[in-house]
């Protein structure tokens, strides 16, 4: 043990033996070692007596024998305690062990402190005792004897205390006995804890360290102090572990004195003689020993001589060198520049590798001393651990012999020597610097410090930007603090101390409070560029923790920097660690984190980590993390799924061979149970992520067919490769999903692409097991998952239409023609050849999705002109077969809201209603009548008036009359969508033909289609057209009804009526339109009601008693313009019943719900 520190678990005995031990060993003394400890010679027998006593005289006179019991009691009665402690532990090394002293000094509560009066028969006395607990065990007495409470008299003296004071067994026995052992005392904890952790940063478990300190986060580990012991800090773990048991006892078998053991069983202790022969080493090897230690002697002399000589022949040149300058002064004129041979020469003769920095301060001594050139090594670092003893800048004088000097001068430093020139004046050196001193140098600070010292090495410069740069970081602007980041991180990287370093990467992670992209871009690429340089072990000692440091940070830009952190280093890190801290890390935030970005990064950072991945351990991780990132909420993270985690990960699933047989079958799963689940309510949102999911695994599905392909191994780059169409893959959402990509370049895909269509068109499929995955078992359980979807729903059927067409792309015209279309024709069993009406009459697929689907999805892949007259052919036989059937036309209504959405397809659509209103029946014109009110809102004017209009007005003079109603929906949304005047007037002839032709006079149907059109169209309706014919003429229909003398026709005209001016109350009716028309119609409608349906009578009275009053109102006053009736009530009472009862109707609710619509 060193002797320049102190182990507080050694007593003062031990320390000294341990000093004797290594003073021996630095003699290299051979032999035995001397006892540290001599048996007390007063104690023992009279020859112990004779051989201790004195140095080898005669022996004495047999003296009284006094027991060692009585001894030992005395001592601890008179609360000798430490001579006590001293007394045992000779007696136990000379295998002499009394009771008395064993129980006493293994009984803990023996050292409780108490007053400085001692207990009486060595019992503590109660009450005396100024702190609660006890010791459990001497082990831990250091740690406990200088709490705030309670005397430190006896504490202080026993501090020395230590393990092997105790019995070896009877430690072991109290250590493994649970009844016995206590648990471990808060301050005990607090330092053990301070222990543990400045071991674990010592061996640089940064990580756990962290968790660590996390877990106790009560206390600082940064200071001794906030443990609560007022003692200084104890050695370390590793210290403490070395010394474990290096001063245990000699095993010796013990026995108790007490108990009365003959003399002739104790062991004989050695007299002077033998212990002079002990102590003496053996002549050989003293011999030995004495000839190594002439040699060095004679080595260190001839040494000496060597340097005395080179020291006077320095002197000498010195003082010739002086002479010489002193007469090169007075020579020269004081304005003259001195030559550098009659110049003050400072060499700067340093080691490479010293780290040396010039003072500029030693300078002034120069003009003092020119003897001596003083050069300050690089000082320790302020900031550096305290346990290490900081060392202080020496002055060193360098000795040049005159034969090596201009050699040293050369190769032992690049720079040029410092030249000054000096005056020619006889100033003394003490006037001189006494003047000097006068100019103004800050010397004293910190900052002066560094300034006044010039770093001339690499380490030296580390270590000057280490100690300057966390006092400057804090006063720049934080705009412009992205500038310190190469100075940080070149700093960072070559500094050579780890605590240094962690600091600085500390501060680079803390540079700016909020940093915003730009900024932390720059971050970003400083870490890159400090993990290139270092390795991934320093990344993951160095990095890594500063990440996970600010995974919690309470300014999302902090958190924001971390997620992206952890994908641009993912190259630079153990492979191990990727898969486990890092992904951890992410998964963390990807769960907790709540903002938006921060998470969108970590999708990001997480794709970029699936393609480091290589343990398939963590496939289903990071399927759990793919399908958390699916039904994220933020819109964002759902686009970085797809356009990055995605495709990363099914690259990843594709070289583990679980593309086919786990994603894209469990993603299906999924979908049929958001479907069965929806049988009540369709969760769309969810069921559009999934078939989003699966469109962006068409790319990599298709891309495992060509790699796999029977052609794969003839696949070479040889001539000239074709370009690839434009058009042959569908426009990728990112580059990830780009084939190209995947495959590797555009070139080895053109020439698989062309292997491809050859081996489809001529060879088939045979042997080609991902293709055949995809044609018998991924297109029929889609087509059968098509069967089961709601064909009113709309979004529904355009995601799954949108996958079939992205799908038919990405695998090509022939994979389409020749195995996606003949599965859907077998299901709807239809060919371009007519259709067998009778064969299909129950043909119920034709009324599924299937239907809008296969004709959306399927049908419109290619658009050249066989491909769009099978469409057309598909849509023809589709209406007639669902028209002759009196089958839904909800399929059909589907394809046309689906294909009607793009302008492309209008012109095919009006080809397919064109054939229906000139077929022969007149169940498939009717069909193509309600089929024109879908296209109506979606064509451009001009074919309305071209091609819509004509069809229609062809159709309203069909000779059947269900035909010619069928037309008044469409006729209706012409005049809400239309703003020509002269189509407009063409529409409105058409209607007032059907309201004064009097062979509809009678017609109750169109009667009721006339109502029920005026009241959808007429709040959205071009003003004009609403108060010159929609208004006049729902007056007149309600006259009229007051005389239909069936009730259940005049009921059904009433509530029709009823909805009409329902929603037409909210739009602007001119005053004399609301004497006139508006008002009239409503008296004519109350009439109806009074003795149909009186709850609707309520209402009406309501609004015809507003309206009076509206009326009056105006009389009075100027008119308010753009007023609606239901915004000019004033009586709550009044209002509050109108909504009463309006809530109480079984009307519809699309009219209920234009009742509060404006005029858009």
């Not at 009984?107 to 006395?125: H, V």
């Not at 572990?241 to 104790?266: C, F, I, N």
């Not at 001195?338 to 920095?357: A, F, H, N």
């Not at 759902?638 to 061979?657: D, K, R, S, Y």
Request: aromatic share 6%; glycine share 4%; charged share 25%.
């Amino acid at each position: 043990m060193a002797t320049s520190s102190v182990n507080p678990f050694l007593s003062d005995s031990d320390e000294e033996s341990e000093r004797k031990m290594g003073r021996n060993k630095e003699a290299g003394t051979p032999g035995p070692v001397a006892p540290e400890h001599g048996p007390p010679a007063l104690l023992l027998s009279p020859q112990q007596e004779g051989g201790y006593g004195c140095g080898g005289g005669a022996a004495k006179a047999e003296v009284q024998r006094v027991p060692l019991d009585t001894i030992a009691a005395q001592l601890l009665r008179d609360q000798y305690i430490l001579t006590a402690l001293e007394f045992h532990t000779e007696l136990q090394e000379a295998g002499r062990e009394l009771p008395r002293l064993r129980d006493y000094f293994s009984n803990p509560g023996n050292f409780e402190r108490q007053t400085s009066t001692p207990p009486k028969d060595l019992a503590p006395i109660p009450g005396q005792l100024n702190r609660a607990g006890s010791i459990s065990t001497l082990d831990s007495l250091d740690f406990a004897r200088y709490s705030d409470d309670g005397n430190r008299e006896t504490d202080e003296r026993l501090a020395a205390f230590t393990e092997s004071d105790v019995p070896l067994q009877e430690r072991k026995n109290y250590k493994s006995s649970p009844e016995i052992q206590e648990a471990v005392k808060p301050l005990e904890k607090r330092a053990l804890n301070f222990l543990v952790n400045e071991y674990l940063l010592k061996i640089n478990y940064k990580l756990t360290s962290i968790t660590f300190s996390d877990e106790n986060d009560d206390q600082d580990f940064e200071l001794w102090d906030d443990v609560g012991l007022n003692i200084p800090k104890p050695p370390d773990l590793l210290q403490m572990y070395r010394e474990y048991g290096s001063h245990a006892t000699s095993s010796k078998e013990m026995t108790d004195v007490a108990v009365g053991v003959k003399p002739k069983d104790l062991e004989a202790l050695p007299n002077d003689t033998e212990l002079a022969a002990l102590q003496q080493p053996q002549p050989q090897e003293q011999a030995k020993m004495v000839q190594e230690l002439q040699d060095q002697l004679s080595i260190l002399n001839s040494e000496k001589l060597f340097l005395a000589s080179q020291i006077r022949q320095l002197k000498s040149e010195i003082e010739v060198l002086k002479q010489q300058n002193l007469a090169a002064v007075a020579a020269a004129p004081e304005s003259a520049t001195l030559p550098p041979t009659t110049s003050e020469q400072v060499p700067q003769i340093r080691p490479m590798d010293s780290g040396e920095y010039l003072d500029v301060r030693s300078f002034e001594n120069d003009s003092c001393n020119a003897e001596k050139v003083e050069m300050n090594t690089c000082p320790i670092d302020a900031n550096k651990d305290s346990n290490i003893h900081s060392i202080a800048p020496s002055t060193v004088t360098t000795l040049i012999p005159h034969d090596t000097k201009e050699t040293e001068l050369t190769t032992a430093h690049s720079h040029e020597p410092v030249q000054f020139n000096k005056p020619n004046r006889t100033l003394s050196p003490a006037f001189h610097q006494a003047l000097l001193s006068f100019c103004r140098m800050a010397t004293d600070s910190r900052l002066g410090v560094e300034v006044s010292r010039i770093a001339d090495s690499e380490q030296c410069v580390m270590l000057m930007l280490g100690r300057c740069l966390p006092h400057i970081v804090p006063n720049v602007l934080l705009a412009k603090r992205e500038e310190l980041i190469p100075l940080i991180l070149c700093t960072a990287c070559l500094h050579p101390e780890p605590k240094e370093r962690d600091q600085l990467l500390h501060i680079l992670f803390n540079l700016i409070k909020r940093p915003d992209d730009e900024q932390r871009q720059m971050i970003l690429t400083g870490c890159v560029a400090f993990a290139r340089h270092v390795g991934p072990t320093r990344v993951e000692a160095e990095l890594l923790p500063q990440c996970w440091e600010q995974i919690n940070h309470k300014y999302p830009e902090r958190r924001l920097l971390v997620a992206e952190a952890c994908g641009a280093l993912a190259p630079y890190l153990p492979k191990e660690i990727r898969s486990s801290l890092v992904l951890s890390m992410l998964q963390q935030m990807l769960t907790e984190d709540k903002a938006d970005l921060v998470r969108e990064a970590v999708i990001k950072s997480l794709g970029i980590i699936m393609a480091y991945i290589d343990d398939p351990d963590k496939y289903l991780q990071g399927f759990e993390l793919q399908m958390s990132a699916l039904n994220d909420p933020s819109e964002r993270v759902i686009n970085a799924t797809h356009q990055v985690f995605l495709p990363a990960f099914a690259a990843w699933t594709t070289e583990l061979g679980k593309l086919q047989s786990h994603l894209i079958p469990t993603l299906l799963s999924n979908i049929e149970k958001i479907l069965r689940d929806g049988e009540h309510g369709l969760d769309e949102h969810k069921l559009h992520l999934h078939l989003s999911a699966m469109q962006s695994l068409i790319p990599p599905l298709f891309a495992l067919v060509l790699k796999n392909a029977p052609f794969a191994s003839k696949a070479k780059l040889q001539g000239e490769v074709p370009q690839i169409e434009v058009t042959r893959f569908p426009r990728p959402a990112s580059p990830l999903q780009d084939v190209a990509t995947i495959i590797g370049s555009r070139e080895q895909l053109s020439v698989l692409l062309q292997l491809y269509d050859n081996q489809l068109e001529h060879e088939g499929t045979t042997g080609w097991e991902n293709l055949l995955w995809v044609v018998n078992q991924l297109l029929p359980h889609l087509i059968e998952t098509v069967g089961n979807i709601n064909v009113t729903s709309t979004s529904c059927v355009h995601d799954f239409s949108r996958y079939f067409w992205r799908l038919c792309r990405t695998f090509g015209k022939i994979f389409t023609n020749t195995k996606v279309k003949p599965q859907f024709q077998e299901i709807l069993r239809l060919s371009e050849e007519a259709v067998d009406v009778s064969a299909t009459a129950g043909n119920g697929v034709l009324t599924k999705a299937t239907v809008p689907i296969y004709a959306t999805g399927v049908l419109t892949c290619y658009n050249q002109e066989e491909d769009r007259k099978l469409l057309v052919g598909f849509l023809e036989d589709v209406m007639t077969t669902l028209s002759l059937s009196h089958a839904p036309l909800d399929s059909l209504k589907a394809s046309f809201v689906e294909l009607g959405a793009n302008p492309a397809y209008h012109e095919l659509l009006l080809t397919v209603l064109w054939y229906g209103v000139v077929h022969t029946s007149a169940l498939v014109r009717c069909t193509a009548a309600r089929m024109f009110e879908l296209l109506v809102k979606g064509v451009n004017e001009t074919l309305v008036a071209q091609r819509v209009v004509p069809a229609l007005i062809t159709l309203s003079s069909d000779p059947e009359i269900s035909v010619r109603i069928a037309t008044i929906p469409a006729f209706g949304t012409i005049m809400e969508t239309v703003t020509q005047r002269e189509l407009l007037e063409r529409v409105k002839m058409q209607l007032a033909s059907f309201l004064e032709d009097p062979q509809y006079h009678d017609q109750h149907s169109l009667h009721m289609e006339i109502i029920k059109t005026f009241g959808r169209v007429g709040p959205n309706a071009e003003p004009r057209f609403r108060d010159e014919f929609v208004l006049p003429n729902l007056h007149k229909l309600a006259i009229s009804n007051n005389q239909q003398a069936i009730d259940t026709k005049r009921l059904d005209i009433a509530i029709q009526l009823f909805e009409a001016y329902s929603a037409l109350s909210c739009c602007f009716i001119s005053e004399e339109l609301m004497v006139n028309h508006f008002l009239p119609g409503l008296k004519c409608l109350r009439i109806d009601m009074e003795h149909l349906s009186p709850e609707h009578e309520v209402i009406l009275n309501s609004m015809v008693k507003e309206c009076e009053l509206k009326v009056e109102n105006r009389t009075v006053q100027e008119p308010q313009s753009s007023m609606s009736i239901a915004a000019s009530l004033v009586s709550e009472d009044t209002k509050t019943r109108f909504l009463n009862k309006m809530g109480q109707l079984s009307t519809s609710g699309a009219m209920l719900a234009n009742v509060f619509q404006r005029k858009k």
